[in-house]
């Protein structure tokens, strides 16, 4: 394994088109959405629009595309020939809903192609083909375009198979769920994809991306909370809840005003009503959590309470930051963590006018 040194010293071999890291590291670069080699002979970005990542995949989960110059994806290609194939097939259809049976058609064998990917990049050509998908369809609506189907691939088309992914998550059939339950859950969709959201007559308990790792493990902790008293539909609290989301990306208001519910501890309930005092706009270190909550060594707990967040976007883990300036984790993936430190900055400018 292969640990990054920090931000200056890339920052510096890539300025000096080193090739000591070939390999080794990569950089993404936010002002372009572009991932390069530290040797890419591009002219070189500002130091502050660079992340650096320690394998490609991560790079593509992050939501940059491969750099045209210096042809990051080369070495895997070149590796082996199915990888080559589909890589091919990916840049000329980028926004097509790849499937199995796609794969199976070109003349591959399906597991061949998902252990190759695996192992090159961290992720199955499926979850590359939908990362570039929601990339695609998020560039469109940037530039002022309508929200086409790309964005909402990940989607549902009906009640009924949301219905049946939402049992999947919980191991359950739909039928089995309370038929008049206490909390509620229902699918909003938005720009940057499906969430899920979970309320009960007065407050919202949940909101999360359909593809959050964790989403299963906090919605079965609901479940319990609501002694098994969890189904499907909407109160009005879910409608304010998808108005706001509207609002909040059509540019118009970052304001959410809907009632929330907490599940956590004393301390994480701080750091999350601490989360909801950043304006939109602006970031904040872990370390600068810790001091607005009275509690300045305790950072990593911050770093903890921040992630076991599930109500994301209003409550607004995404705004928080490494020291160094870089993304960190977060949940819904980093690709979407800076689409949306992107999509506020037009917030922050309002303001300042």
Not at 4 to 25: I, V
Request: with cysteine; hydrophobic share 40%; aromatic share 10%.
């Amino acid at each position: 394994m292969f640990d990054l040194p920090n931000h200056d010293t890339l920052y510096a071999a890539l300025c000096n088109r080193d090739d000591t890291y070939e390999g080794r590291a990569w950089v993404g670069v936010s002002s372009t959405g572009i991932f390069c080699r530290l040797s890419c002979p591009a002219r070189n970005p500002k130091p502050e629009n660079c992340q650096f990542f320690d394998s490609v995949g991560a790079c593509i989960e992050a939501g940059f595309r491969a750099c045209k110059r210096c042809h990051p994806l080369a070495p895997m290609a070149k590796a082996e020939p199915v990888i080559e194939q589909l890589l091919a097939a990916l840049e000329i259809r980028p926004t097509y809903r790849w499937s199995e049976g796609d794969v199976t058609r070109m003349g591959l064998d399906a597991s061949t192609v998902r252990r190759a990917f695996k192992r090159h990049f961290g992720m199955t050509f499926l979850e590359m083909a939908r990362q570039r998908r929601l990339r695609e369809g998020f560039t469109t609506l940037a530039k002022g375009g309508p929200v086409i189907e790309a964005q909402l691939d990940a989607g549902f088309e009906s009640p009924s198979a949301f219905r049946t992914a939402f049992g999947k998550l919980l191991g359950q059939s739909p039928g089995s769920f309370a038929q008049d339950a206490l909390l509620r859950a229902d699918c909003i969709d938005t720009p940057l994809g499906p969430m899920v959201a979970v309320c009960d007559k007065h407050a919202l308990h949940l909101l999360e991306f359909v593809d959050r790792k964790a989403l299963p493990g906090s919605l079965k902790k609901l479940q319990t909370y609501a002694k098994g008293s969890l189904g499907f539909g909407r109160f009005g609290i879910t409608d304010q809840v998808a108005a706001e989301l509207d609002a909040f990306f059509s540019g118009n208001s970052a304001e959410f005003r809907v009632p929330l519910a907490y599940h956590g501890s004393a301390f994480t309930k701080d750091v999350w009503q601490a989360l909801r005092e950043i304006p939109a706009g602006e970031t904040r270190s872990y370390s600068d959590m810790a001091g607005l909550i009275g509690r300045p060594s305790s950072v990593r707990a911050v770093a903890r309470a921040n992630g076991a967040n599930q109500i994301a976007l209003i409550v607004p883990c995404h705004r928080v930051i490494g020291a160094d300036g870089s993304l960190t984790g977060y949940g819904g993936g980093l690709w979407r963590k800076q689409r949306l430190i992107e999509l506020e900055q037009a917030y922050r400018d309002k303001s300042a006018a």
